[in-house]
């Protein structure tokens, strides 16, 4: 039998009863009495029929390690480091997957200096899955560390025999609402600025290079860093951006679909003359003539162009690249083709239009002039 009842001064209900000779009670979120009785009676009658379950004790640590080794089969490289990072955020270094010498991060090794953490006094502090509320959540998170987190309760009920102890929440993060986000500002680069930018990098051609195929291709950077000397095919004008794997490392694009990007004139030109000394198959060696790192990249880009007082990013070129597509009037549905994104990513995120540059867009048809007859274009028109 069940029992509901308050605690201490507080008019919130609370129930009590046995499941598996083991006693559970937890809040009912209610002060109506109606409501709280007919949760017991709800309750009674699962455990006549014999199924009533019983919240779990799911430990974080086990759990958490996991669950990241899970991540690693079906997430790409890059959103496998953004889940990490977030549920590093949420939980803290609890278990070995999360700690920054982990495989998450290559630039920690065995024998780097420990790493303080810094955000100790903000991380959650739980020993069990069950006692993530949708009350933290919606404390703690925004959009984005949102989805991680209802992936994660999801993995925990199929694979851990998760049982939340709110009855009426299976998924604590599904209950928290989605925020609306703030209107994205798309930063790219005009043609006067593009030009300055690649003036700049004339004296590295692997930089120079690899940022004009940025701005006139709309790479991703980890993209334009995995193309090898195969997926370039200067004679047909295209680059291939698809799954491979070198050195036994496994890469696929983002969206994880392959897709071929044409060469315009412009970009035609600087890769013709383009000629690095190559010891491996990368078509954009670092200065050791391997892969070169996405972080190290940005590094030397960013040590270049504040040498000149540029701040432009890799991600400021591929907003470029949609931009100056969409203000010369190319469809959303070719835009986004050619960027590997769905149309209304492409729109939010990438395609920028100038209002202020737009003056004949809101110009109407002329007015035909009159004459002793019909004009020529109201002819027309009649037939």
Not at 158 to 166: E, G, I, T, Y
Not at 258 to 278: F, S, W
Request: net charge positive; charged share 25%; hydrophobic share 40%.
């Amino acid at each position: 039998m069940a029992s509901i009842f308050h605690r201490g001064k507080s008019r919130i209900w609370w129930i009590k009863y046995y499941a598996n000779g083991r006693q559970v009670y937890h809040s009912l979120h209610t002060d109506q009495e109606r409501v709280a009785l007919r949760i017991k009676r709800q309750i009674e009658g699962e455990e006549a029929k014999g199924e009533l379950l019983v919240p779990s004790q799911t430990p974080l640590p086990a759990f958490l390690q996991d669950y990241c080794q899970f991540l690693i089969t079906i997430r790409i490289r890059t959103s496998y480091k953004n889940d990490v990072s977030f549920l590093r955020i949420f939980f803290g270094l609890i278990c070995p997957a999360l700690e920054l010498g982990s495989c998450v991060n290559k630039r920690w090794d065995g024998q780097a200096k420990p790493v303080k953490n810094t955000k100790a006094e903000l991380q959650v502090k739980a020993e069990c899955l069950e006692e993530i509320t949708a009350g933290i959540i919606e404390e703690f998170i925004a959009r984005r560390i949102r989805e991680v987190l209802h992936r994660l309760f999801n993995y925990a009920a199929k694979n851990w025999s998760f049982v939340a102890p709110d009855r009426r929440h299976p998924n604590p993060a599904a209950v928290v609402e989605r925020r609306r986000e703030p209107a994205h500002s798309i930063r790219f680069l005009n043609q006067v600025q593009i030009d300055e930018q690649l003036k700049v990098l004339r004296e590295c051609a692997t930089l120079h290079a690899a940022v004009a195929a940025l701005i006139y291709g709309g790479f991703r950077r980890e993209e334009i860093l995995w193309i090898t000397t195969e997926d370039v095919d200067l004679q047909q004008r295209l680059i291939h951006v698809r799954a491979k794997t070198i050195d036994g490392q496994l890469w696929q694009p983002k969206t994880q679909r392959n897709r071929v990007v044409p060469i315009g004139t412009t970009l035609l030109e600087i890769l013709q003359a383009y000629a690095p000394k190559r010891k491996g198959p990368w078509y954009f060696p670092s200065p050791t003539g391997g892969r070169w790192d996405p972080d190290n990249f940005s590094q030397d880009l960013r040590a270049v162009n504040e040498e000149h007082q540029l701040d432009w990013s890799c991600l400021d070129y591929r907003h470029t690249f949609g931009s100056h597509l969409a203000q010369k009037g190319e469809s959303l549905f070719k835009i986004a083709t050619l960027m590997g994104n769905s149309p209304e990513i492409c729109r939010r995120h990438y395609a920028a239009l100038v209002p202020e540059a737009m003056h004949d867009v809101v110009e109407f048809m002329p007015t035909p002039t009159k004459s002793n007859g019909q004009s020529e274009q109201t002819e027309m028109l009649l037939k």
